[in-house]
């Protein structure tokens, strides 16, 4: 599937929250509540993603895939502790969604790889993200990427208490060379 992949502009943000919202529907539906994910979630990640860039750090990256000038897809990742990158870390890789009817066509493997590109250009990065626990398919794709399970942890998400799972990566610039 060929989409064109670049740096988020402020015009995005919008399209990027809908896709947000719609992907969890997907993804986390039997995981989290129904009443969370049918009532207030698009409020919720347009609120989450609204005015973004004045929040986040110069080395804080968000990319967007479109495919005919419409989102197909979006990571994020931040770098300092102001942003939510734990210490010991270099890169906390925040979201990678990818429009429900566009999964399993490539588009998660080649962002996380043009992501590492962006991110790594300076060398090693240790980087990390969570996965929730019940989230099978996201569980088996980080694993086919190298990533590694470093710890678990609880959460409150939608009104519940559900488990989320680290997935660390110790050079992240190691995606790049995988071929899927």
Known sequence: MHCEIRDAVDGDLPAIARLHAASWKVAYRGILPDAFLDRGLDDNRARRWGGIFDRIAPRDRLLIATRENSAAGFISGWTTPATDCEPGFDLHVDNLHVRP?????????????????????????????????GNEPAHR??????????????????GTMIGETRIVWDDFKSLQQLSL
């Open 101 to 133: 009817d566009l999964r399993g066509q490539g588009l998660g493997v080649t962002l996380m790889q043009s992501f590492s590109r962006r991110q790594t250009a300076d060398g090693s990065v240790r980087a990390y993200l969570w996965v929730l626990d």
């Open 141 to 158: 794709f980080y694993a086919r990427l190298g990533g590694r399970v470093s710890d678990r942890r609880q959460i409150e998400l939608g």
